[in-house]
Each structure stands twice: as structure tokens, then as C-alpha cells.
């Protein structure tokens, strides 16, 4: 949960009309830039590969931390490599009338690793940056190159226009969100937490809360006198009980729970193993803030325990959820009415981000409602207006957040 102070109803968010207008008219004015560097960036393959020397998720990935912290660099920011885990750009902030800096800082994350390109599908080169009729199809434009470089690109608007920030802004590049989140656990070791920002790598309006995710694994342990085909019918049968013909929601393992912010639990991504003579099921189950994390575990174990199952929890990552009238929030409404001219509702997500281990920061763009089953896929696309108007929602959050 959030830490973050929430706002009294009288106060105000907002950023002088004729300001905002330079603003926006300013990622205007960058916009080529900005999208010829996305377009670069998605030519270099980063999925993750065998550590190397100062390369911990692999070359491929390495290759596109050092190009994007060059283009940092030439932008006139300083960076920092942590490591090759991740790396970040910073625009210091400086004192106001009060003569003071704000402490801490307010970051945007996302990530420069994709997930496989796969071999089917894909109508032009997955790593191509395909340009036609205002769209670029390829591998991480949306998820989450072009959407973090949109950040980027967001305050060096603002740093062209001589704006200056009152507290550290950071642009950060995460090299391992799509296989395990081990380049922010080690940031977190070395560097301090925002006090503020938010991941471009899910939806918008701003998500103010995020489900649970826990992972788990059943395996049919040998039982007394029993030979691996018996074992194997009671798991069989156990299968069809409790999988193939169960609802998604969880009941048949009494985890079943509805809750008018997040919803219905989900139980997903069903996965037979067999090692040796033991048939093991993995699942995923994204669950509602109206169940914890040891519930689960006592009402699954009590399941394997009739099931003469074994019981294992491989990853758990706890609910998120940040109250609508929090400072973070109401400024992310704020910039996405502004910038888009919609409604700024906050809203729930059912999937995972940075947002469940770092803390303080929400889930924000860069999908549109209506925009679904992009990511992850052959022909993974995001439109250039888009990716423009992500950018100018981005430039009037950092300014106001780093305020």
C-alpha cells in the first residue's frame, strides 16, 4: 500500500494554461527526434541471453542499456550504469525561492529487455522498426522501449525550455522485467526508492491499484505401496477435478474471492511438468486485495494436503494499491485529462509491473483504452500520434511531480 500523503479537497493541480501550451508545443517540436530514436533503439535485439562480464541479462541487452545511455548522455543528462543491471538518466533539481532542493526523487521506470520474437506471425522483420501509415510494427516498440524513450524525450522537452525541476528527476532503464525482476531488486540494494513516479508499461487512465500475483506448484508425491501408474491416475484425476472442469476463478481451491475495485480472482497459465516419476501442475493466480497471500497458501495447502499433493509457493508479489486522492494520483489525472482531453478516472489492472517492488510509483500508460493484445505479440505496434501524445502526458507529469 501507499505512503504517499494524500491531498485535502481544496487543494489544486495545475500548471498555467500558457505553460502548459509551451509545454505541449514543445514535445511537438522534438517529436522527429523522438521518433527516429525509438525507431533506432527497436533495431537492437534485447532479449535476455548468458551473463557476461558487466552483462548480467546478456549482450544483447547490455548493447541497448550502453545506446540508450549514450543518447542520455547527448541529450545533455547525466547517467548512471548500476552495474548493467539498469541505468538512468538525471536532471538535477535546483533550489527554489525558499533556497531550498526537495529531497528524494521522482522517477519514470520501464525496461529496454523484451520477451522472444518468437518465429511465427510476424508480417514484416520483428526487429525492423517498420514504418507505414503512421505505425511502427516491431519487437518492444510498445513494450517498453518506445513508451520509456517517450519519457525520456518528455523531460528533455522540458529541459529545453530552461524549466527546472526542484527536486532530482529520473529517467530509468530496467534490463530484466521480462524474466524476473532481478535488475530492480538490485537496484533497490544500491540506490534509493522515488518518492514519486510511475511505470509507462501498462494502461491508461492512471492505475491506482494492482491485483496480486502469486505463483504456486502441485506434485504428486509417490503415496504408501503405490507405483508411478497409480500416482499418475490420482493426479490425472485430480487434473480434471480441480483444472479442466473448474471455473477460473479458484473455487474448486476455495480461493475464489470478488472484490468491487479489483474483481474476481483468476487462476492462469496452467503448466504440466514431469520430472522423473512425478507429474507436478504450475499456475499463476492473480489475485484481489479481498484475499492475503497466506490465505492462499492455507487453503491451496489444505487442497494438496486431501490431494496427497505437495505444496509449493515459487513467487508471490502482494496487491498494490495507492488511494485515488493521493498526490501521485490526482497529478497523473490531471495530465492525462490535459493532455488527452478524456477521462482521467483512475482504474485497476489484473497484470504486474515494476509498480509490485518498487515503491511509490503506479502504473501509468501506454496503452489507450481499446488498446489490447499488443504487447508480446507478433506485429507488435505503436502508432506515432501516440507515442507524441504519451510523450506530452509524460512532459506535464514530470513537471508537476518534480515540483
Not at 547490455?62 to 538512468?88: I, K, N, P, S
Not at 519519457?151 to 524474466?179: H, M, Q, S
Not at 505401496?225 to 500416482?231: F, H, L, V
Not at 497523473?332 to 482521467?344: F, K, P, R, S
Request: hydrophobic share 35%; proline share 6%; charged share 25%.
Amino acid at each position: 500500500m501507499s505512503s504517499i500523503d494524500c491531498l485535502e479537497n481544496e487543494e489544486h493541480i495545475a500548471i498555467e494554461p500558457e505553460l502548459e501550451e509551451r509545454i505541449l508545443a514543445e514535445v511537438d517540436a522534438i517529436s522527429d527526434e523522438m521518433i527516429d530514436a525509438i525507431r533506432t533503439i527497436v533495431r537492437q535485439k534485447s532479449v535476455q541471453g548468458e551473463p557476461a562480464p558487466g552483462a548480467p541479462f546478456g549482450t544483447d541487452v547490455r548493447a541497448a542499456l550502453d545506446q540508450t545511455l549514450e543518447l542520455c548522455r547527448e541529450l545533455g543528462f547525466e547517467t548512471t550504469d548500476v552495474d548493467g543491471y539498469m541505468g538512468y538518466a538525471t536532471w538535477k533539481g535546483e533550489a527554489g525561492a525558499d533556497g531550498d532542493v526537495l529531497p528524494g526523487h521522482v522517477c519514470a521506470l520501464g525496461h529496454l529487455d523484451v520477451v522472444p520474437e518468437g518465429t511465427t506471425g510476424w508480417k514484416v522483420p520483428p526487429y525492423s522498426a517498420h514504418l507505414e501509415d503512421g505505425r511502427i510494427t516491431s519487437r518492444g516498440v510498445l513494450d517498453n522501449k518506445g513508451p520509456i524513450y517517450a519519457c525520456l524525450y518528455a523531460l528533455w522537452a522540458l529541459k529545453r525550455l530552461g524549466l527546472t525541476p526542484r527536486r532530482d528527476v529520473r529517467i530509468i532503464f530496467g534490463c530484466n522485467e521480462e524474466t524476473g525482476f532481478g535488475d530492480l531488486r538490485y537496484y533497490l540494494d544500491h540506490e534509493p526508492a522515488p518518492v514519486m513516479g510511475f511505470t509507462p508499461d501498462c494502461k491508461y487512465p492512471v492505475v491506482y491499484a494492482e491485483r496480486g500475483r502469486m505463483a504456486v506448484r502441485l506434485t504428486a508425491k509417490p503415496g504408501e505401496g503405490e507405483d508411478a501408474q497409480a500416482r499418475l491416475t490420482r493426479f490425472f484425476s485430480f487434473m480434471n477435478e480441480y483444472v479442466l472442469n473448474a471455473k477460473p476463478n479458484g473455487e474448486r481451491f476455495g480461493i475464489d474471492c470478488a472484490d468491487p475495485e479489483f474483481g474476481i480472482t483468476e487462476v492462469r497459465n496452467y503448466k504440466l511438468v514431469l520430472e522423473g516419476d512425478e507429474p507436478a501442475v504450475e499456475f499463476a493466480i492473480s489475485y484481489p486485495a479481498g484475499i492475503t497471500a497466506d490465505e492462499l497458501r492455507e487453503r491451496l495447502g489444505k487442497v494438496a494436503d486431501e490431494q496427497g499433493l505437495t505444496f509449493e509457493v515459487t513467487n508471490n508479489f502482494n496487491p498494490v494499491r495507492f488511494e485515488k486522492d493521493c498526490r501521485l494520483v490526482r497529478t497523473l489525472v490531471y495530465t492525462y485529462e490535459h493532455a488527452t482531453g478524456a477521462d482521467g478516472t483512475p482504474v485497476t489492472t489484473t497484470g504486474g509491473t515494476y509498480a509490485k517492488l518498487m515503491p511509490n510509483i503506479v502504473p501509468f500508460g501506454p496503452s489507450f483504452p481499446g488498446q489490447k493484445g499488443i504487447g508480446h505479440q507478433p506485429n507488435e505496434w505503436m502508432d506515432v500520434a501516440d507515442i507524441i501524445t504519451n510523450a506530452k502526458i509524460y512532459a506535464l507529469s514530470l513537471y508537476l511531480l518534480s515540483r
